[in-house]
């Protein structure tokens, strides 16, 4: 079974200023990892993803993520956040090399970017 | 190439009823799955079919039901409703082993 934390429940930041969104996870087998974006009465968009390779995955809008497997940790980050990343960020995480899709998300990170 | 839909988006139901969900996979994936998301959490996983069987169950009730039909389109099934399932519902579709791709979700409210 797998489990995830995300250690922050709201994270408010300045326009232009950096972010750091943590998630944890925990796991018995390989896993791949997720994050997902949920903006206001809207389902979940991918938004990157870690299946293997390269532990440094990046999005088309600035978004990255370090997959560390040694601390269990899979943090996601952006340099510089404008107002329109306001939303809630979903971390998940799924059994590798199965073709079974279960996902198991965090309780979520509410992203609020004040201008 | 469609994505996923799901309808209704919104839906208020009594306490003790049935409902049906319903969504449309996106073009090509063969696996749908189901979420429940219930308000400040996040999304817990209900059930996955994949070709019409369902290959894996989470911790819900057999009250929560569902079928997956030929075209890939499935339903979610909910007797007995509860205060408790207030939620919104998600469903998933993938191509077995790839990224699952969400529904806007549909916005259940027992009263």
């Known amino acids: 079974a797998q489990s995830v934390t995300q250690l922050d429940s709201q994270v408010p930041v300045f326009e232009e200023a950096p972010v750091e969104l943590r998630c944890n996870y925990s796991s018995s087998v390989s896993v791949y990892l997720f994050w997902y974006v949920q903006y206001p009465n809207q389902g979940l968009q991918l938004l990157l993803k870690?299946?293997?390779?390269?532990?440094l995955v990046e999005s088309i809008n600035g978004f990255e993520a370090e997959f560390n497997k040694s601390q269990t940790s899979f943090h996601l980050r952006k340099p510089s956040v404008h107002i329109s990343d306001t939303a809630e960020y979903f971390c998940?995480?799924?059994?590798?090399?199965?073709?079974?899709?279960?996902?198991?998300f965090g309780q979520g990170t509410i992203l609020t970017v004040h201008p | 190439e469609t994505g996923v839909t799901q309808s209704p988006t919104h839906l208020i139901k009594t306490r003790g009823q049935q409902v049906t969900l319903r969504c449309s996979s996106q073009s090509g994936h063969n696996t749908v799955s189901w979420y429940q998301q219930a308000l400040g959490q996040g999304p817990q996983f209900i059930f996955q079919y994949y070709r019409e069987e369902e290959n894996g169950r989470g911790n819900f009730p057999p009250r929560f039901s569902g079928l997956q039909f030929p075209n890939y389109s499935s339903e979610l099934n909910v007797n007995a409703l509860e205060l408790d399932d207030s939620a919104l519902y998600l469903c998933?579709?993938?191509?077995?082993?790839?990224?699952?791709?969400f529904g806007q979700g549909t916005r259940l409210t027992v009263v």
């Open positions: 870690y299946l293997s390779g390269s532990t």
């Open positions: 998940a995480v799924r059994a590798g090399g199965t073709s079974y899709g279960k996902l198991t």
């Open positions: 998933a579709s993938s191509l077995a082993g790839s990224e699952a791709f």
